[in-house]
Structures are given as C-alpha cells and as structure tokens.
C-alpha cells in the first residue's frame, strides 16, 4: 500500500463488505483527504493563513490530494520509491505551502509542518493500543490492501478527530507561553470534536465484542450496522468541519470588533486632545493677559508695607501655572488625555485627583491597552473615593526603562459600598480588564487595603 495509509492484522473481519485499498478511488482517497485534513487543522493552529480559512483549506486539500494521486496511480508509483522518502515529499510540499500561504516566522512554519507527521503516527499507535486493550485481538501495523468496513470506517474518524487534541494541546501551551497567537477562550469548542474519539473506540470496540452469529444475523435482517457507522462518522466530520469554520467566522468579527472599538477610542481621544490643548492655550492667554496686573499689584503692596498681600498674590498666580503644567505632565499623549479626562470625571465626583508621573523612559504600550488600563483603574480609585470623607483619589505612574507602573490610593469606602462593588458587573469587567492587560504584558496586578488606605498596583514589563 503507498502513501500514507497503514491498515492492521488481527482485526475480526465481521463486516460483510472488505475496503479495497487497492484502488485509489474512493477509499483510499479519503483516507488521504482525512490525513490532509488533520494536518491542515494542526497546520493553522500554529500559523495564521494569509487568505480566509476556506480558500486556505481547498487549497492545501486539492494540492495535497493530488500529490497523492500521481503517487499512487501514476507513473510517479512505478518508480518503486521508498514510502518512507514519498511521506517526507508529503511534508516538504507542506512546508512549502506554510512558506507561501501562511504568516509568522520561519521556525514556526518549519514546526508546523513537522508536528502533524508526529501527530499522525502517534495517534494511529494510540489507536491501537486503546483497540487492543478493549478487545481480545492483538493489532499491529502491517502493509495491508484490504480491510473491514468497520476497522477503516473508526481508523478514519479516529484520526480525523484525534487532530483536534492536539490543537487543544498546542493552545493550552501557547496559553502559558504566548508563543502564538490566538483567543484561548476558543479553545473550549475543541472538546465537542475530541469527544467523538471516545464515540469511535466505543463503536469499534462494540462491532468486535459482538458475536459472529448475531453480527451476521443482524445484518441478514437487513439491520444496516455499516451503514449507520458510515452515516455516523461522515456526519462527525462534518459538524467538526463546520466548527473550524464557525470558529474562524466569530474570532474574526471579534477581531473587527476590536479594531472598530480602537478606532472609535482614537477618535475620542484625538477630539479629547484637541480640547485638552485648546484649554491650555485658553489659561495661558488668560494668564498672559493679567500677568503684567499680577506683577504691578505685587509690587504695589510690597511698596506700602504689605508684603504678605503681595505674596498672596504670586502664591496664587503660582497655583494657576502649575494648574496649566497639569494638561501635559508626561510625553505621551495617550496618557495626558485619559488624565485630562480622569480629571474631568473626579471633578464631577467631586474628588480630588492628585496625580504624579515619574517618567524618565519612552514607553512602547499600545495605545488600546494603555488607555483601557489607566480608564479602568482611575475609575475604580474615583469611584471607590467619591464614597468617603475625605474624597481624595491619588495615582501615580511610573515609567522607567523596563516597567510601567500604575498605582492608586484611597481611602476604603463603607462597607455597604463594597457590597455594591461586588455585585456590580462593570466592576468585575474592570478588574477582568486590568487584569487581562497585565498577563499581555507579563505583569501583575494586585490590591491591598492597610491602615484605611486601599491601594491598588498594576506593573507591566515593558
């Protein structure tokens, strides 16, 4: 038998119908559309394709079932190559596929195309292993060209299947490692798939442990047991199929969902901005106006003896520049609107902000997160101070060259308040949201309360 099939001896042949792999057409074609199909599933796991899903996925299953065509049919097969040597031009046309058809680096491309080889064998040796302990054969891999409908019917779906094991592997470790991009919360869909193995090995195990005599009478009775295992893995890996595809469909509306919020969020901000720095020029047009008042009504009460007058006068005029120095107490303007706006909103409150940025580095954070992170955080401290007596809020940020750091103080509310806070649903988003945004970034978040102070603190690396 050529390219990547393998059938097994031991099996009990009950299935009055023998699969004859001697023929391309349409057994042994399927079980390469099956193994084309697991290795394109693992295959996009890893790298992101550059086209949409299905196009992709009809590509790679036309390119990849042709290969295997001329292999098996053509005069490609008289040349009596290795099988060995046929599989490794298998996953060097893969490779190439990854190389021009999907996005990431080079090593990723190279890992994806090999991981699926390993996959395949190892799952085909874990089918086996599991029939045999269900049963009372002993299987083994052996070149074979005919086969019972049943054994090839679960061999397939098993396979197919199995696939999806490994995708939920591959993202439990890109998880912890964020090694590759994706949504994890995603990865839950792929345990619908992975129950259909069970599905198989039940099913296979069932048709071997069945007499003979009843196998056989049933199917006299024209109790279609083939028939129903046809039906029942066609239909499986069709509903896996669709799954990808429904998989695809809803992280990419999440995606333009996200890009739409972030262009509406920098939109607010650069209209917030354009206030902000209008603002600005207001209080120093304001100031520049009655500087000149300011200093000739200064000098005035220090030359009839009044001096504290005078100095209440700078003192005042002081107040003013350092309120206008306010606007813009850092270089990034992402951060200078949120706090242009925080300071609006605990003004609001009526709040006092107090704010100090300590920033002797350049910060590399994408805007999205760096304002949803500020918002949230700042809100919580407002929030959480508009509910005491003394009603102060104080944040401070710091920015140095391997972290950005953000805390807030406050004083704890009553308890009634923190039972409100608990229950709120925006306020778990909140925190869900600082949180989800420190992970990103390799930080962490944390909150204590002492000595009447709540104290919140969010550090990322940068």
């Known amino acids: 038998m ?87 031009l298998y996953y060097v046309i893969v490779f190439v596929f990854s190389i021009f058809m999907t996005e990431g680096k080079l090593f990723n491309k190279l890992f994806a195309s090999i991981l699926p080889l390993i996959a395949w064998e190892l799952s085909a040796t874990v089918f086996v292993t599991i029939l045999t302990a269900l049963t009372d054969n002993t299987l083994q891999f052996a070149t074979t060209f005919t086969m019972p409908l049943e054994l090839y019917l679960t061999y397939n779906g098993f396979m197919f299947c199995s696939s999806f094991v490994f995708v939920f592997i591959i993202k439990l470790i890109g998880k912890k490692t964020n090694g590759f991009n994706y949504n994890f919360k995603y990865t839950l869909y792929f345990i619908y798939p992975i129950t259909h193995l069970f599905c198989f090995m039940f099913i296979a195990s069932l048709l071997q442990n069945i007499p003979d005599s009843v196998y056989r009478a049933m199917d006299k009775k024209g109790i279609p047991l083939d028939a129903s295992l046809l039906t029942f893995t066609a239909l499986c890996m069709i509903a ?4 990808i595809f429904i998989i695809d469909k809803n992280q990419k509306r999440e995606e333009k969902n996200i890009e739409s919020e972030k262009s509406l969020l920098k939109a607010k901000l650069d209209y917030e901005q354009i206030m902000m720095y209008n603002s600005e020029k207001q209080e120093f047009r304001k100031l520049k106006h009655d ?44 951060i200078n609107t949120v706090l242009y706006l925080k300071r609006k909103q605990a ?60 805390i807030t103080k406050n004083e ?51």
């Open 240 to 243: 896996d199929i669709v799954l």
């Open 291 to 334: 500087y000149a008042n300011i200093i000739t009504t200064a000098k005035g009460f220090i030359e009839i003896g009044k001096p504290e007058k005078s100095a209440e006068i700078l003192s005042k005029a002081s107040y003013d520049i350092s309120g206008i120095s306010q606007y813009s107490p850092c270089s990034n303007d992402t």
């Open 2 to 88: 050529q390219l990547l099939n393998y059938g097994f001896s031991g099996f009990k042949e009950k299935s009055m119908y023998q699969v004859d792999l001697t023929q391309f057409f349409p057994f042994t074609m399927i079980t390469h559309i099956v193994r084309a199909l697991f290795t394109y599933i693992i295959l996009r796991t890893i790298v992101k394709e550059k086209k949409n899903t299905f196009l992709s996925g009809m590509l790679f299953l036309a390119i990849t079932v042709f290969y295997s065509y001329i292999s098996v049919t053509s005069a490609f097969s008289k040349l009596h190559i290795s099988e060995f040597l046929l599989m490794a």
């Open 412 to 462: 704890i509310p009553n308890e009634e308040y923190g039972k409100k806070r608990r229950k709120s649903k925006e306020h778990g988003n909140g925190i869900g949201i600082i949180s989800e945004i420190a992970k990103k970034y390799n930080g962490t978040y944390d909150a204590t309360a002492e000595n009447g102070i709540y104290t919140a603190k969010v550090v990322l690396t940068k």
């Open 347 to 406: 003004l609001n409150s009526g709040v006092s902000l107090d704010i100090d940025v300590d920033e002797t580095f350049a910060l590399k954070i994408d805007d999205y997160d760096l304002c949803r992170l500020l918002g949230n955080i700042i809100d919580n401290s407002i929030s959480a101070a508009a509910e005491t007596n003394a009603k102060k809020s104080r944040v401070l940020i710091e920015i140095d060259k391997e972290h950005f750091a953000v």
